[in-house]
């Protein structure tokens, strides 16, 4: 138990329609990040927040946005989707910022585009 | 850009067998951890480490800063250790984890 949660927890979209995920950190946990795990590969990283600012992004299209919340929710927007974008997309907090701490995993969203 | 490679891709032992899992990086990184990813799909974090060794229960996690590699032992290994484990880094003044593409790992009873 990380005391992450995300939902949903599946879901099924088609192509062009907008999707909206969301992850609940621990309480005191200022940083969170957001991960897209497609099918065998490893988790590639979408984008950090902290104190509610984006703090980092990876190489995702402006179409992959997100917010942070000052309850500690966060979430994943992906607007315009895209077969490609059928993955697990999973959310980890810390206390930390940078990545320095330990990381608490959700146990992720699996979201399937049709 | 940090590549991370780990070794062997898929194991599979009988077990109580001693089982590790390597990891090497190229460039040099503020910490490394050690993730565990069961069929689910959930990661529970393992490791963080930055130097030296770690021990929790059954896993011990080692770095070699010099050397840029990192193994995960596990000793008396249980069909339950079945799971895919990652090790991700984080480099210097960069916010974002790089992942290796993980070991599936298999316990035989």
């Known amino acids: 138990e990380t005391g992450v949660t995300q939902s949903p927890t599946h879901l099924i979209k088609t192509r062009g329609q907008q999707v909206t995920l969301r992850c609940s950190s621990q309480s005191g946990h200022n940083t969170v990040s957001w991960y897209q795990q497609a099918l065998g590969q490893g988790p590639q990283f979408i984008f950090q927040y902290y104190r509610e600012e984006e703090n980092g992004r990876g190489n995702f299209p402006p179409r992959f946005s997100g917010l942070q919340f000052p309850n500690y929710s966060s979430e994943l927007n992906v607007n315009a989707l895209e077969l490609d974008d059928s993955a697990l997309y999973l959310c980890?907090?810390?206390?930390?910022?940078?990545?320095?701490?330990?990381?608490?995993f959700g146990e992720g969203s699996r979201l399937t585009v049709l | 850009k940090n590549e991370v490679e780990q070794s062997p891709q898929n194991l599979t032992a009988q077990e109580g067998e001693f089982i590790t899992i390597n990891c090497s990086y190229s460039?040099?990184?503020?910490?490394l951890h050690w993730l565990q990813q069961h069929p689910g799909g959930g990661i529970v974090s393992l490791f963080m480490?930055?130097?030296g060794k770690k021990k929790h229960g059954r896993l011990i996690a080692t770095i070699n800063i010099q050397e840029k590699h990192s193994s995960l032992h596990i000793t008396a290994s249980h069909p339950r250790d079945s799971a895919v484990y990652i090790c991700a880094v984080t480099n210097f003044g960069n916010e974002k984890l790089t992942f290796g593409t993980g070991t599936r790992l298999t316990i035989i009873p």
């Open positions: 980890a907090s810390s206390p930390s910022a940078l990545n320095v701490g330990e990381l608490f």
């Open positions: 480490l930055s130097s």
């Open positions: 460039v040099g990184i503020s910490a």
